[in-house]
């Protein structure tokens, strides 16, 4: 009998060394089309406050953002990244894709922890790993957020199912912890909860305790940190979200989230032969029955439980994000040129997709309660295996796309800004550096303009104490407070909410400001602000055009009005 167990060790080790060695090569296939890209959107304030924080802690420890989420956990990480790499962009897409790689192994583990078979456990895994849906929202920086939250709350589920095989208190604490760090991550990771309850409940008649402590203890965990989030966060979520009241957008939410699962499940971009990749998955099945796999009963009672939690993941993951699908637009993929907002939209469905890897393995352990032939076997192998191949070739395909989007759409632009910026000799804190005539159609870099251009400057720049914009006002400015005087951000004005002035943010050493620009005739006369205009190849400095009233400056107001 010991030998018997051995063997079978052995056996669950070599499984476990193969399928971390097929997602490393699947997470090096699908990185490799991006180690040229370059930061985009969003990316920007992340790197800047990395770089610029003095203390990473202090993006742990409070509301790093001023806005509408509370991410501590993953801002922290952001920062330690930012410390050890700087911005480094093709090792920040690496971490991205190898945590999302990671995420896959995570969800093979947790199948096989619910008894699911390795096969099918294997196959829910890397279609995770390869879709080309969860590779497009792990490829975009900024939604890291989603894959460390998803990382952490598997390993919660994880944890959780070792507590119920061996009831130490350390097994239930490690689930705990791992499950705060998921809430501290994204709000997606509620969806996680009801999963972690479900577990519990499953043990309810066996295991009535240790059920009853462990639901406690999880609702606990999620109330403190909901608690904690109003606690910190300011009120802007619920006047962007929720105009139109709370149950209005709950129920708009994800209605619009399953509207758009089915384009999101089937991806119409990329070649011909990775389209129909994915339609050979259907014929899986088939050939199963065909070559003798039988329903068993009593396989499928077993695949009962990661079903349930499957499908409770994905109507958890509708619930959560309703009020930011209500007020977002959502486009998915389609055979056209690449569009930024499909690869945007796909991180809805990051951590849906996973619960979907669940019930493939869950399904498949069913289905295949008796054997096929070997002959059908070896079809089975062969279509999974062209399936891969498509969904992987599809996947590089945006992952080239993509590279190519924001090396050419930001990047160029973003250099010279930064050019013309650190070629500004007297910069004291507080000054004024303005911008003009960038040629962005999208007005995505203009909203973030600030950020992008201190994101590439050194620790310590004094630059980094200047107010950065074009005529129109980014979403904040992000300044090294420390030697700012009191008012420093006049004569632009603080941006109104609720009919109170929306006061700056202290983040360590750093300060956001929310402005805007209405006083042209002072902005212009300041002796603070600096003009520079794109000819087209760089950043002209127009600055005497414009005092002399030879050169005419608008600026404008782009924040949403509260």
């Known amino acids: 009998m010991p030998l018997v167990r051995r063997e079978r060790l ?4 070599l499984g476990i060394a193969l399928a971390a060695g097929a997602a490393a090569l699947a997470a090096w296939l699908l990185w490799y089309p991006m180690r ?32 509408f989420f509370f991410r501590p956990f993953v801002m922290f990480l952001w920062a330690l990244s930012a410390k050890a790499f700087g911005v480094d962009a093709p090792i920040q897409y690496a971490l991205n894709i190898g945590l999302h790689a990671a995420n896959g192994l995570l969800l093979l583990v947790l199948a096989r922890r619910y008894g699911i078979r390795a096969a099918p456990a294997a196959v829910g895994a890397i ?3 390869v879709h080309p849906t969860p590779f497009a929202a792990a490829a975009w920086l900024s939604d890291r957020f989603d894959v460390v939250a998803l990382f952490c709350g598997l390993c919660a589920l994880i944890a959780l199912e070792a507590y119920w095989r061996h009831p130490r208190r ?33 043990r309810w008649r066996s295991q009535r305790g240790r059920a009853l402590r462990s639901m406690i203890a999880i609702a606990a965990c999620a109330a403190a940190t909901l608690c904690v989030r109003a606690l910190v966060v300011r009120p802007v979520a619920a006047a962007m979200f929720l105009d139109g009241g709370t149950l209005s957008a709950l129920w708009d939410g994800c209605a619009k989230f399953f509207h758009y699962l089915p384009a999101f499940l089937v991806v119409r971009h990329g070649g011909a032969a990775a389209l129909g990749a994915q339609a050979l998955l259907v014929a899986v099945p088939l050939v199963l029955v065909a070559g003798g796999s039988r329903f068993d009963a009593r396989a ?9 939690a499957a499908i409770i993941l994905l ?13 977002s637009p959502i486009q998915p993929f389609d055979p056209g040129p690449f569009q930024f907002i499909a690869l945007a939209g796909s991180r809805f469905y990051y951590v849906a997709f996973a619960g979907l890897a669940l019930l493939v393995a869950a399904c498949g352990h069913a289905l ?43 990047a160029p632009l973003v250099q010279a800004a930064v050019a013309a910026v650190r070629s500004q000799q007297d910069a004291p804190p507080g000054c004024k550096i303005f911008l003009l005539d960038l040629p962005d159609p999208d007005d995505t870099l203009r909203s973030m303009l600030d950020v992008a251009v201190k994101q590439a400057l050194p620790p310590g720049d004094p630059r980094a104490a200047c107010f950065i914009q074009s005529e129109h006002t980014p979403w904040y400015h992000l300044l090294e407070a420390r030697g700012l005087p009191p008012g420093a951000e006049r004569p632009l004005s603080m941006m109104v909410f609720a009919g109170k002035p929306y006061l700056p943010l202290r983040v360590g050493n750093l300060e956001y400001f929310y402005l805007t620009a209405v006083d042209a005739p002072a902005i212009v006369a300041s002796r603070e602000s600096t003009f520079y205009a794109w000819d087209g190849a760089r950043f002209a400095n127009v600055t005497e055009l414009v005092r002399s009233g030879r050169r005419h400056v608008a600026f404008y107001d782009n924040r949403p009005r509260f």
């Open 300 to 308: 499928a009672l077993r695949a009962v439980p990661l079903a349930s």
């Open 315 to 327: 109507i958890g993951c509708a619930a959560a994000q309703a009020p930011v699908m209500h007020a």
């Open 36 to 67: 040229d890209a370059a930061p985009f959107l969003d990316d920007y304030v992340f790197f800047a406050l990395g770089v610029h924080v003095d203390t990473p802690l202090a993006l742990l420890l409070s509301d790093a953002m001023g806005s």
């Open 10 to 13: 052995d056996s669950g080790k």
């Open 170 to 202: 350390l097994n239930l604490a490690g689930a705990l912890c791992a499950l705060l760090l998921a809430l501290l991550s994204k709000e997606i990771a509620y969806a996680i909860v009801p999963v972690a309850l479900a577990s519990a409940a499953w």
């Open 368 to 410: 295949i309660a008796a054997p096929p032939r070997p002959p059908f076997t070896l079809a089975v192998a062969a279509l999974l295996a062209a399936v891969t191949a498509g969904m992987t070739a599809q996947s590089r395909d945006i992952a080239r796309e993509w590279s190519s989007f924001v090396r050419t759409e930001d």
């Open 127 to 129: 279609l995770f790993v």
